[in-house]
């Protein structure tokens, strides 16, 4: 089931079950051709952020009651969502509706919702999806950001711990998990969603050097010695990558700093430096302010302030 479950949440245009042969899987490939072909002018349009003409199109070729009127429906309803034409996007869904149970409408009417502030009815319309179908995991995505826009931020830990029992080898939904577990000081899922992070995410374009540390943090909280376990790990894992070391080197200092190690922390510290000063493109925010604490917990209390009053 964690197989199926993540490899059906990217949204694969179809999908074989074993047994099959290599007819069926031609017949499938040319069957997803097609479909996608008379789509393909659209989709174009789409990526290139031509919204007017892209719905246009969708028009012309609804109006020929053509078979494939229900991805033309969606594809049309995705443009006016990305083009921020939320009461058009909700027509469509809601006519949808009218005529027969759509979870898809269903949940393109609960991001309406979501999109134009109505947060109380978009956390029914996305519950109301998962009770009908436990699942629906861009539902409990869904619902979780809802319960957040509406103050709920432990209700959206909880949400979300559900939906990686049910689907684990979500990546991004194990980070979210971790990042608002950690807001919550829930210490034990946030460790739990990070490592599951890092495990699953191993070569994976949404694995990020940060999983590593801010697990490393969580650990060191009662383990040091593992914290530091995990930094060796990403280093390990991503090489002579520089923006994966900066990360290690700035963790490390805080890390080692905490067990007593201070020769050992002031030299992960000057590495953190170095590698900071060569980054000629700059640093993501979260990982300057890690610098400017590094700088602070190391002594260099200036340069940290320098460090903070250029973040504000």
Known sequence: MEMVMGAVEYLPDDYLSKPFNKDMLRSRLEKVIVRKDDLHSIIKLLKQERFEEAVALCDDKIAGSPRNLTELLKLKAEILMRSARYAEAGAIFESVLAKRDAPWAMLGLGKVRFCTQEYAEAKETFQKIIDANKTHMEAYDWLAKTAVELGDRKQAVE????????????????????????????????????????????????????????????????????????????RSDYGRDDEANLHAAIAESLVLKELGRDNEAHKAYAEANALYEKREDGVPNDVAMEMANACLVNGDKERGLVMLQSLV
């Open 159 to 234: 949400i979300l711990a559900k939906a990686t029992e049910i689907s684990p080898k979500s990546i991004v939904r194990q980070m979210e998990l971790g990042n608002l577990a950690l807001k919550e000081q829930d210490f034990g899922i946030a460790a739990k969603a990070f490592k599951k992070a890092v495990h699953v995410g191993c070569n994976s374009i949404y694995q990020t050097p940060s999983n590593y540390t801010k697990l490393a943090k969580i650990v060191g909280k009662t383990s040091g010695k593992e914290a530091l376990t995990f930094l060796t790990k990403l």
